[in-house]
């Protein structure tokens, strides 16, 4: 999640705020008609003639009376339904193909990493102990679960290290609040050292590749020692609203518009809570995952899964780490990094253009660029086997070059 979605919450909250109200302001004009306009009774003599239908006027005021209260009551009642279960019904088998559960994987090895700031760090640990490890950074505002086709793909031949960023998934927030990226990457070095002294590589998507970068910005002596390559998926090497989709636009917007909306979101949070579950419910943040993460090839497990990411965390959490993401700017290291990099873009990503990787492909002196197609900025999920071949070759040739020995046999769980 990305600065500039910010301004996709509200207009999402407010719609949903507004659906909701219509839907409550058309039932309570059909309870009015009900209650102003009741039948008449049939002991009424003088009004025979609607009952028998020889007063043609007043039968046609009867009929027009019943619509009114039949669309009020259909309308109302509709808009209610789609407003609170439009999302986990319907809108998933309008957008998505057919998908049950998600990938099935292990449950791994449980860490609690303790940090001075006073968060704590969830970390899973899957895979073979002496097997090349892969320590995995997920994208703002999700959690380790972005990882589940990888990890049913790669668990039973390398040792993947994944954690949840601060105050996501089942990590504690700092008491801080500090959600800069030299922050994050202080407890990606914290998450390194499980790895026991063996070279890693570093894998990060969206929010993750940045904090990788930074990695590599403040922890120089690590690259190469501790370090032996990086994988940046769907990222960017700069302030991400430089490199989105229509990014003149959102640049001269951000100081009049999203870095206030960030500052009330963090005021009003509970609000934009709220706001983000009615948008889950409804379906508008279902149709707004499908139009900015997938290309069209996605299940509906894995739509579900990548909406769900969004109310499930705190609006203020994730407000100010995108003022973190704001002041963001790797361009000047790029050089200096001394490892091999995989880069890896969506073709159609709208949120981190495929022009940020190229940029990234020629700032890292080793370095190469795969590109998924047809792809969003959920690329990785929904282009899942060709994304594991990818990271599974990077990683065996960088383990090799590294002296951390060749990766075990391939198992069932290998993608073809």
């Known amino acids: 999640m990305m600065p500039v979605q910010i301004l996709g919450i509200w207009f999402r909250g407010l719609f949903s705020f507004a659906a909701l109200g219509l839907a409550a302001y058309l039932l309570y004009r059909g309870f009015e008609e009900v209650r102003d306009h009741p039948d008449p009774p049939p002991d009424r003599p003088e009004l025979a003639g609607v009952a028998d239908g020889t007063d043609t006027d007043a039968r046609g005021e009867e009929g027009e009376h019943r619509a009114r209260v039949m669309a009020y009551f259909i309308g109302g009642g509709t808009l209610l339904a789609l407003s609170l279960l439009g999302g986990p019904g319907l809108v998933p088998l309008l957008l998505a193909r057919g998908g049950g559960a998600g990938p099935e ?23 073979p102990p002496d097997a090349p490890t892969i ?60 790895a026991g002294g063996r070279p890693v590589v570093l894998l990060g998507h969206s929010i993750g590749g940045m904090i990788t970068l930074t990695y590599c910005q403040q922890f120089p002596g690590a690259i190469g020692p501790k370090v032996a390559g990086l994988v940046l998926v769907h990222t960017t090497y700069t302030n991400p609203v430089r490199t989105t989709k229509n990014a003149p636009l959102y640049t001269a917007l ?56 969004a109310p499930h965390g705190s609006p203020a959490v994730l407000a100010r780490g995108m003022f973190g993401m704001l002041r963001y700017d790797a361009t000047a290291s790029l050089r200096s990094i001394a490892v091999p990099a995989l880069v890896v873009a969506g073709d159609r990503d709208p949120i981190l253009l495929p022009e940020a990787s190229e940029r990234i492909r020629d700032g890292i002196p080793d370095s190469r660029l795969e590109t998924l197609a047809p792809a969003r900025h959920m690329g990785l999920m929904e282009h899942h086997e060709r994304f594991a071949r990818e990271v599974a070759a990077f990683v065996e040739a960088t383990a090799g070059a590294a002296g951390a020995g060749p990766a075990s046999r391939p198992t069932s769980r290998q993608p073809r």
């Open 135 to 194: 320590v995995l950074t997920h994208g703002w505002g999700a959690n380790r679960d972005e990882w589940l086709e990888l990890r049913h793909h790669l668990a039973g031949r390398f040792r993947l290290i994944m954690w949840d960023l601060p105050g996501l998934g089942r990590s504690k927030r700092p008491d801080n609040r500090d959600y800069r990226l030299e922050t994050l990457a202080g407890h990606l070095d914290a998450v390194v050292e499980l």
């Open 254 to 309: 951000e100081k009049p518009l999203i870095v206030p909306l960030l500052h009330l979101t963090i005021a009003l949070s509970p609000l934009v809570w709220l706001m983000n579950w009615m948008s889950y419910l409804n379906g508008t943040l279902h149709l707004s995952t499908a139009r900015q993460s997938f290309a069209g090839r996605q299940s509906r497990e894995q739509l579900e899964r990548a909406t769900r990411f």
């Open 105 to 127: 994987v292990s449950d791994g090895e449980t860490h609690r990493l303790a940090r001075p700031d006073g968060s704590e760090l969830h970390v899973v640990i899957d895979g």
